[in-house]
C-alpha cells in the first residue's frame, strides 16, 4: 500500500477536495468514492498516476458540489467553511496557506462549481489548461476562459494585502485578551471600524444569522457575552494556514479566524456549529 500512488498522494488530493467543496466530512467522502474508482482501474493503463486521480476527485468533487449546492441554499444562518487545524509550516507556503484561508474559502462560494474547480487547479495547484479541461469536461479554450473570469471575481472580493505570521498572530493575540476581558474599549481599538462578523452556528447553537458590522456593534456584542457568561478560554491555533483562535465558552467550543489589514482585524469568522468541529485536535496534512 505504501507504494500505491494514491496514497502517495493521499495529502494533495484531500487539498484539492477541501479547497473545492470546503468541507472536510465532504472531502473524505470524495476520496472514498475517488479510492473505489482507482481500485477498479488498471493500473499499466495509467501513464501519470498524479494527473489522472486529480481528475478523478475533480470529477467527484464536482458532482458532490452540484448535489450541495441546494442544501447550503437552505442552511440555517451564514454557512462558513469547515475550520482545519494545520501545522505551522502550512503558513510557510504563502500561495497554499492563503488558498485554504477562510477568507478565500468563502470567496469561493460565491463560484459556481466548474468556476471553482477550474480556479483551484490552475491558481493553486497551476495544473495546465489541457489537464483541467479533462477534469471539468471544458475544451481547453472554455477553461481559459472560466479561469480568467474567476481569477478576477476572487482578486476582487478577496483580501486586499498580504500580512506577515507575525503581525496576524500579535492581532489576534490582543483580540483574544479583549475577549476574555470583555473590555470594550480594547475590543474596538483592536478593530478597524468597518469590521465584519460573520458566524455560523448551523441552527444548532447561537449564532448571529445574517453578517454583522461596524466595530461599536461587534465590540458591545462581546462585552454582553462576556458578562453572561461563566468563562472564556482562548487557546492560539494554526487553523487553514494561519493563526487563529480556539475558544470554550461555558463548554461550548468555537474556532474564530481574523483577516489583518493595516494592524486591525477587518473581518471576523467565527464557527460555532459542533458538526464542523471534528477537525481540531489533529492536523490535516495538506499539499499541493
Do not use: C
Amino acid at each position: 500500500m505504501t507504494g500505491d500512488p494514491f496514497v502517495a498522494h493521499r495529502s494533495l488530493l484531500f487539498t484539492v477536495a477541501y479547497e473545492m467543496l470546503g468541507s472536510a466530512a465532504d472531502a473524505e467522502d470524495v476520496l472514498q468514492e475517488s479510492w473505489l474508482r482507482w481500485a477498479g482501474v488498471d493500473r499499466s493503463a495509467v501513464r501519470e498516476p498524479r494527473a489522472y486521480l486529480v481528475r478523478v476527485v475533480t470529477r467527484q468533487a464536482l458532482n458532490r458540489l452540484r448535489t450541495l449546492s441546494r442544501s447550503r441554499e437552505e442552511y440555517v444562518g451564514e454557512w462558513l467553511p469547515e475550520p482545519l487545524l494545520t501545522s505551522p509550516d502550512v503558513a510557510e507556503d504563502v500561495e497554499l496557506a492563503e488558498s485554504v484561508s477562510m477568507a478565500v474559502l468563502t470567496v469561493l462560494e460565491t463560484l459556481g462549481p466548474t468556476e471553482r474547480a477550474v480556479f483551484v487547479l490552475r491558481e493553486v495547484f497551476e495544473m495546465p489548461y489541457g489537464e483541467i479541461a479533462e477534469a471539468t469536461g471544458k475544451s481547453a479554450a472554455a477553461v481559459r476562459q472560466i479561469a480568467r473570469r474567476a481569477r478576477e471575481h476572487v482578486v476582487a472580493r478577496r483580501p486586499r494585502m498580504r500580512v506577515s505570521r507575525s503581525e496576524q498572530q500579535a492581532v489576534l493575540e490582543r483580540f483574544l485578551a479583549a475577549l476574555r476581558t470583555g473590555n470594550l474599549q480594547d475590543l474596538m481599538e483592536v478593530m478597524a471600524p468597518d469590521v465584519v462578523l460573520i458566524a455560523d452556528g448551523g441552527g444548532i447553537v447561537t449564532a448571529a444569522r445574517a453578517p454583522l458590522h461596524g466595530s461599536e456593534l461587534i465590540a458591545k456584542l462581546f462585552t454582553r457575552a462576556n458578562r453572561v457568561v461563566a468563562e472564556i478560554e482562548t487557546t492560539t491555533v494554526h487553523l487553514n494556514g494561519a493563526p487563529a483562535g480556539r475558544l470554550e465558552v461555558d463548554g461550548e467550543s468555537a474556532a474564530v479566524s481574523v483577516v489583518v489589514e493595516d494592524g486591525r482585524i477587518t473581518r471576523i469568522y467565527v464557527v460555532r456549529n459542533p458538526r464542523k468541529l471534528t477537525r481540531l485536535d489533529e492536523p490535516s496534512e495538506l499539499a499541493r
